[in-house]
């Protein structure tokens, strides 16, 4: 034992390291190169999951209310053709001012219609309706491919409403079904 310099002093222990047994000096720079390594597999792991998870969850939570706007639609494009004066735009209930309260669940859906020109065809009840639902951004590309979808801010306390459009035949016009999220 060295009685003129003690234990603690900082030279004495990094030398001591070193100096103790010949295989930390030789799997050191190992050590670090495996630690690294972990590293990155454990950051490529994470990823995968959280996009997978991300992926997964949007497609339950959003395939539901895809498949019921786009039957709602179909539904509605049936009945304008058969009665064309009523335009197959009214909709399926009751509804408040802005629809069902956010986190609700209600399965209620926003109808409007659109003729071939874009122009909004009124029912009486699209003044109640949230002003960004009643945009006619979908009606081009909805002529244009047969359907179309977006999802656009509601404002305020609604929140977002997913908006499918379907074009009816010939050209006659677009009813878009729009659901809150």
Known sequence: MNWRRPDWWPLRRARG???????????????IRLTLWYCVVL?????????SLYLLVQYFLLSPIEDAAAMQAHDHVRQWL?????????????????G????????????VCFDQNGSL???GNTANLPPAFLTNTLVP?????????DIVDGGGSVGAIYRYAQAVPNHQGVVVIGTYI
Request: net charge positive; with cysteine; proline share 12%.
């Open 82 to 98: 058969t009665d064309p004066l009523d335009h197959g735009c009214r909709p399926p209930g009751p509804q408040s001012q802005f």
């Open 43 to 51: 950051g490529v792991a994470l990823l995968l999951f959280s996009v």
């Open 100 to 111: 069902p309260p956010p986190g609700q669940g209600s399965k209620s859906m926003l109808v």
């Open 17 to 31: 390291r070193f100096s103790r047994e010949p295989g930390v000096a030789l799997f050191h720079g190992l050590r």
């Open 141 to 149: 590309s909805a002529l244009q491919s047969g359907s179309a979808t």
């Open 121 to 123: 065809l009124s029912y």
